[in-house]
């Protein structure tokens, strides 16, 4: 007898169990509410039909209180491994589960989304069959209308009708509270059918398969600790920016000081970012944080470049005044010169006090503040002699 492997996925609350339990033809799994916080369990059953042994794995439920991306996105990959290990690693269709009369919402299609990173990207348009539960609502909606229902997934449009394309129309309606035998016998048949046609035409969905799927798997373990990594972003940002405004202030003039500090918050920055790549591992999920910091270390650059050049200016000036010291002291000969010249040439003391009178007047730079000093001093010495 051959074997075949189903694996039944779908959002909690969707009659994913009872769809299993439907294809058994016996109670195996136990259905679980979208509002219970028991301990998710992965669980099999096994019947033997039309020469075949059928195993069908209930595997995690998307949305679960227990294994909810946003609680835990590890739980969710973990529990998918449990359940291929069930099938012995290998399935040959992908049974997704959803709920007629449900509008296609955003939660649909996070789990159509969420299905794809777990399994990769082609699995549904390789391996998916869509069981549409609730079957019984579906017949009392058109029992007037006598619309089949190929005609009613024909007719629909958007993001219902991409999925009903992209799995090449493997949709089935299921009546999981019926309990007419020929119901339950026709849409299992109708399923099986589905199953045999993708099981020709493909080799089985293998451990190798799930293994290609890490990249995506790791963006959706990212996705899951995105909350926390945007706080410590934001915690990191906000203290930088407040040392960036003290670093600012006009009466912070040790220069150096600042230059080093400002260096030490770039680093802490780069050092965030680093860490950020490596947990992003090139999937482009962290890259919104990544700008943010970009223009922190702007600004960081910025006020580096500011305080660099202000602590250029600073020592320039003072070499100069240094410089002009030395220089004064170096050429005592000067004031001599001066100094004969009085002597020789009474106007000259004259012109000399008018000359010390302008740079009183007008000299502002240190060069000429000493000039001025030494010039009068010298002056009222020669003129008390």
Known sequence: MSTVNLLLVGRTGNGKSSSGNSILGKKEFIPQSVSSSVIYQIKKGVVAADD?????????????????????????????????????????????????????????????????????????????????????????????????????????????????????????????RSKDPSVQNNQCKKLMSMVTVIAVNREPYSEEDFKAAEGSQWKLLLISRLPELESQTENLINNVTKKLEQIGQESNTDHARNIRELEILSGHLQ???????????????????????????????TLINYQSLKLISTELTQKRSDSEVSTFNKKPYFLQRILESIKSDPWSYRSLSIYVLCLSLFGVTTYCGIYRRKLIKMLLTHKSN
Request: aromatic share 8%; charged share 25%.
């Open 271 to 301: 050092n965030h970012v680093d860490n950020l790549k490596k947990e992003d591992q090139c999937t482009g999920s962290i890259d919104d944080l990544l700008t943010r910091i970009s223009i922190t270390k702007t600004r960081i650059t």
């Open 52 to 176: 075949k042994i059928i195993t069908v794995v209930d595997g995690p439920g998307i949305g679960d209180s227990s294994t909810d991306l946003t609680d835990d996105g590890q739980s969710m990959i973990e529990l998918t491994k449990t359940a291929l290990s069930m099938t012995s690693n290998m399935f040959h269709a992908l049974l997704c589960v959803f709920k007629y009369g449900v509008r296609f919402t955003k939660q649909e299609q996070d789990t159509v989304a969420m299905i794809k990173s777990i399994f990769g990207s082609d699995v549904i348009k390789n391996y998916g069959i869509i069981i549409l539960s609730h079957g019984d609502s579906f017949h009392l909606d058109m029992d007037d209308e006598k619309t089949s229902f190929e005609s009613w997934c024909d007719e629909q449009k958007g993001d219902i009708q991409a999925l009903y394309n992209e799995c090449e129309k493997r949709f089935v309606l299921f009546d999981n």
